[in-house]
Every structure is written in structure tokens, then in C-alpha cells.
């Protein structure tokens, strides 16, 4: 991606114009080219649309209002997703200005929570193909697919296969929801064009017996495929994505938590990628915790963090903390022991049998729990942790509902008059506790931040915002900077680094209002942020790097698209 590559064509005059081959209905059946009843008159004549469209010419402010008082007409939140989609799968450009106009209301929509229900009815509410599907049958046809695949300039491929999928598991081919709905926060976020974007869906069967048993499930349908048949797989994958999208970032997205972890480090040195759910939460979360340490006038380096739940996201966000901690001029020893990560058996002990490899750089000493009054030998549960360990930061990504109790909270204020508590577990109902819960049990003193979106809380007469540690705060922006910087490997320093610009964005209103983390209505801004402290990054690590010398605040803002129509000429 260059600035050249996206500065508007002008004529002789200076007009602003965009060169057009489509007429007819390819035309209005082009969704990055379609502006519906907004063609002019002059381009009408030209592109051979008179009678295809009805004859009044809209200007693209009454299309904005027409279509929200259409998204305003759906009664429930699927819904309102499906029309928004329907409206993404016929004119991008609209899609994308109703939206930015309308981000935070429409950003659980188009995302969490409502995209988990997308992927569970998508069978059922499929209407038009985006996107590939790659199977073990059809992956050694990848040449034809992408023969007639209509973009030719992909920059950023997330994909998925499906086992994973937010806090409901196994979706098989209906997980395509996640990276469509990953592709439309870039393009929010960071202006990456929709045309640049590519969502996968790798249909390797799935677990999921209700969808076997649907008649009208679209996927393949037989159990998903493991072991080595798993591996090559996606090692062939790997290879057909380095050979047909050489300049394309690669997102792994909702994986397993094994195969998460896999597939990030087999592959992080073969080609520019990452794990979201693994960096992007880590990422967003340290963003948060530093804010909060700000706000109780301390450091990193002060606290202990319990991390309850060890799965992709939970140890992402153990090892972004360790890297803030060394950061902060711990050493790797000291900052492994303020770190503590639980499992569905307790806290991760170094003499468990068969434990999971990413657990073990946290695992600790078996004799820590020596002496510790247990109900089950040999093993801590999260109320035994807290009282034989001062926890000054608790974090949820177990996906348990109610999992942290009063106890808890009640035991962290003997040794924190500001715990630092966020239950990030989503959809709502998987929330390890609610907001006002942990007000009322703190008298309003903890630190709180979520991953599922809440309204505001009142408590003894303040209002509190709940801040939304929503990883659309990270990776728009990290993915910007690796496209724009041309990464040949994104690295954890680049997500730390993200971080620090996050914690940035945060202003002293928002802090006031009790949240550690922006309003999601500057999205634009706050990647435009994460992108530039990335590049510098790489700029102070590379003094060969191809973007020294740019203006890099204007380069990048150069580089975003922006959801507007221009004049079309008939080339």
C-alpha cells in the first residue's frame, strides 16, 4: 500500500474523479462500486444505467438517512445485523458512512455480541457469498479460486476454523461471521480499503452435532479433522496464502486454544501474522492496566495479577503483562512470579501432569500452596489464591459467569483501596461479574473494565463509565503498521508498543467518568495513534527502514480510505 496508490485522480481542470470500466448491472451489482440511486445524471448516460435504477437522484446524505431509518425499523439486534450485512453486500461505501456515523451504536451489531448469533443462524440467514471457503478437498484448487476471485490486491486476510468462535465454541462454516466482521473494524478503524480485505473460512468439518443434524447446515458435514491431517492441513494453507497474497497480513482469528498457540509460532517467522485473540488481547488489556495503575499512582512493577482462565486470551494477556513488566525494568524471573494464570483444575501448578505447553512459562512452583488451607489436595481454587496471595489485579477470560464473588472483592480491598478488577469474558452472559456488582462490593473504589459492552452505572450518586477493553483498539492500527511499514514479522514488541499508544488516547474526562479506556467513537483517531507508534517503532529499529524521512501522522492519514463517493469516468 502507498499514498499513490490511493490519491484521487483529477483532470486537467483539478476535478476529482475515479476511472470506471463496469456499466449496467455489473455496475450496480459491484458493491465497492455501487452508489445505488446517488449516480449522477452525467454518469447515468455514461455507464448505461438509465432505467436500472428509479429516475430521482439521491444525494448521499438522504441515502445515510434512508438507510438508518431502514436499520432503525428492525425490532431485535440479528436483525439489524442482517440489514446492515445486506447493506455491506450491495454498496461498501454507504455501509461504511452509516456506520462510522454511527459507531457506537452500531459496533455490538456489526461485532460482539451480535455476531455470535450471526454465526449460529448463519446457515439459516446466509444470503450472499464473500469471502473464501477453503476445505481439504478444494485447497489444491486455491489457483482457480483466486483466478476469479474479483480482487486482486489483498492486504490483510483474516481467517478462521471455527472451533473457537467468541465464547460459544464450535461453529463450523458459520464462523465465516467472525473475519467478516474482523474486516469491517480495519476498514472503521484503520481505512484498509474493503477491497484490500479477504475473510476465510477454513471448513474442516466440525464437533458440533446440532449442526451436523441441521438439514440445512451449509458446511461440510463430517467431524473436524485433527491431528496430522490438521497440520498439513494448514501448513498447506500457509503455503498457498505466502503464494497467491505475497503482500497480505495474515490474522488468525477464534482458533482452539491449542492450535491457536500452534499455528502462531509454527508460522510467525514464514509470513507476516498474528493471533488476535492471543496479541490483540493482551494488547488491549495492558492498555487498560496501565490507565489503571496510573490512577492508583502507582507502577506496573506494584502489582500482582491473577489471570483466571488459561486459554488463548488468557495467557495473551499474561504474556502482555510480562512484557509491560519487563518493560518496566523488572527481570524475566521477577516478573514471572507476579503473575499467576487459574485453569478449570485452579492455579497452574509446575507438577501437573500433562500440562499445556503455553501454560508453562507461568506455571509455579508446586510448593507455593504448601500450608494453604485447600478443600482439594494438591490443587488452589481462585478464593484460596486471593487469601494467601496479595492480588492487587484480577482479570476474568474464563467465561464462567459470576465467577468473581464478593469474597473476592471484599479480601482485595485488605490490601488495595483500588483493586483493579475486569471480567472480560464475553458475550454478556459469560461475564465474570457485572459492573455494578463490583461497585456496590468495592463502595465504588474498583477499577473496572469489561470486554462486553455495558451502559453506564450509577453509584452513590456517580455515574461511572464502564470502559470496553474491545480489541478494535489494537489491531486496526497494528495491522496499518504492518501493512504500511512492510513487516516481514509482527512482533510482541509492536503490541506492547500499541499499548502505551492506547493508554495515550485516554483522556483525563475519561478517567473522571471512570473509564480506563477511550470512547470507541474515536476509533479512527485512536488507530491513527496505534499506527504511528508502531511505525516509529520500527523506524528506531531499522535506520534502513523505507519510511524515514515521512511526515508519518500525514502518511498514514493519506493511506485511509474514506467511505465517500467521487465522480466516475468511463475509461
Not at 502507498?2 to 463496469?22: A, C, H, M
Not at 484480577?394 to 479480601?411: M, N, Q, R
Not at 483493586?419 to 452472559?429: A, E, G, K, R, Y
Request: glycine share 8%; hydrophobic share 40%.
Amino acid at each position: 500500500m502507498s499514498i499513490e496508490q490511493y490519491l484521487k485522480w483529477t483532470d486537467s481542470d483539478g476535478n476529482e474523479f475515479r476511472p470506471v470500466s463496469l456499466t449496467g448491472v455489473d455496475l450496480l451489482n459491484d458493491r465497492i462500486l455501487n452508489k445505488g440511486t446517488a449516480f449522477s445524471p452525467e454518469e447515468r448516460t455514461a455507464f448505461h444505467l438509465k432505467g436500472l435504477i428509479p429516475p430521482n437522484v439521491q444525494t448521499f446524505e438522504d441515502q445515510l438517512k434512508r438507510v438508518y431509518q431502514g436499520y432503525l425499523n428492525a425490532e431485535t439486534d440479528i436483525q439489524k445485523y442482517m440489514f446492515l450485512r445486506s447493506l455491506q453486500d450491495r454498496n461498501e461505501t454507504l455501509f461504511y458512512a452509516l456506520v462510522k456515523d454511527h459507531i457506537e451504536e452500531m459496533l455490538p451489531i456489526i461485532y460482539t455480541p451480535t455476531v455470535g448469533l450471526a454465526c449460529q443462524e448463519f446457515s439459516h440467514r446466509y444470503q450472499k457469498p464473500r469471502g473464501l471457503y477453503i476445505t481439504p478437498e478444494n485447497i489444491d484448487s486455491m489457483d482457480d479460486m483466486v483466478r476469479y476471485f474479483p480482487s486482486k490486491d489483498i492486504k490483510i486476510i483474516v481467517v478462521t476454523d471455527s472451533q473457537g468462535i467468541l465464547g460459544i465454541g464450535d461453529q463450523g462454516v458459520g464462523g465465516m461471521g467472525i473475519p467478516i466482521g474482523k474486516l469491517s473494524l480495519y476498514t472503521l478503524g484503520a481505512g484498509i480499503h474493503p477491497a484490500c480485505c479477504l475473510p476465510i473460512a477454513l471448513d474442516i468439518g466440525t464437533d458440533n452435532k446440532e449442526l451436523l443434524d441441521d438439514p440445512m447446515y451449509l458446511g461440510t458435514k463430517c467431524r473436524r479433522i485433527g491431528g496430522e491431517k490438521y497440520s498439513n492441513f494448514i501448513a498447506e494453507f500457509v503455503k498457498q496464502v505466502k503464494r497467491h497474497f505475497p503482500k497480505a497480513l495474515l490474522q488468525w482469528e477464534d482458533f482452539s486454544k491449542s492450535n491457536a498457540f500452534n499455528n502462531l509460532e509454527k508460522y510467525v517467522d514464514e509470513l507476516p501474522s498474528f493471533n488476535d485473540d492471543i496479541q490483540g488481547t493482551g494488547s488491549v488489556v495492558l492498555g487498560g492496566l496501565i490507565t489503571a495503575v496510573k490512577i492508583k499512582g502507582q507502577t506496573l512493577a506494584d502489582q500482582n495479577y491473577v489471570v483466571y482462565g488459561a486459554g488463548a486470551g488468557g495467557v495473551g494477556v499474561a504474556d502482555q503483562i510480562f512484557a509491560g513488566l519487563i518493560d518496566n525494568g523488572l527481570s524475566e524471573e521477577e516478573a514471572r512470579a507476579r503473575v499467576f494464570i487459574l485453569d478449570s483444575r485452579g492455579l497452574v501448578l509446575e507438577n501437573r501432569d500433562n500440562l499445556d505447553a503455553y501454560k508453562m512459562r507461568y506455571a509455579k512452583p508446586a510448593s507455593m500452596i504448601d500450608g494453604w488451607k485447600l478443600k482439594k489436595e494438591g490443587q488452589a481454587d481462585l478464593t484460596e489464591l486471593i487469601n494467601n496471595i496479595k492480588v492487587d489485579v484480577l482479570i476474568g477470560t474464563c467465561g464462567v459467569a459470576d465467577s468473581f464473588t464478593e469474597e473476592h472483592v471484599v479480601k482485595m480491598m485488605e490490601y488495595n483501596e483500588r483493586p483493579i478488577i475486569f471480567p472480560l469474558s464475553n458475550p454478556t452472559s459469560k461475564c465474570e461479574a457485572l459492573p455494578a456488582d463490583l461497585l456496590l462490593w468495592s463502595n465504588g473504589k474498583a477499577i473496572i473494565a469489561t470486554g462486553s459492552p455495558f451502559g453506564d452505572v450509577e453509584y452513590n450518586g456517580r455515574n461511572f463509565r464502564i470502559g470496553q477493553g474491545n480489541n478494535v483498539f489494537i489491531f486496526p492500527g497494528v495491522g496499518l503498521a504492518a501493512i504500511l511499514g512492510k513487516v516481514e514479522k509482527v512482533t510482541t514488541r509492536m503490541f506492547t508498543q500499541a499499548s502505551y499508544a492506547l493508554a495515550e488516547c485516554v483522556t483525563e474526562q475519561d478517567i473522571k467518568e471512570g473509564s480506563v479506556f477511550p470512547q470507541i467513537g474515536n476509533l479512527r483517531d485512536i488507530s491513527t495513534r496505534v499506527a504511528i507508534t508502531v511505525l516509529k517503532g520500527l523506524l528506531a529499529e531499522d535506520p534502513e527502514h523505507h519510511l524515514h524521512g515521512f511526515d508519518l501522522e500525514e502518511y498514514v492519514r493519506a493511506c485511509m480510505w474514506q467511505p465517500q463517493y467521487l465522480p466516475y469516468r468511463r475509461v
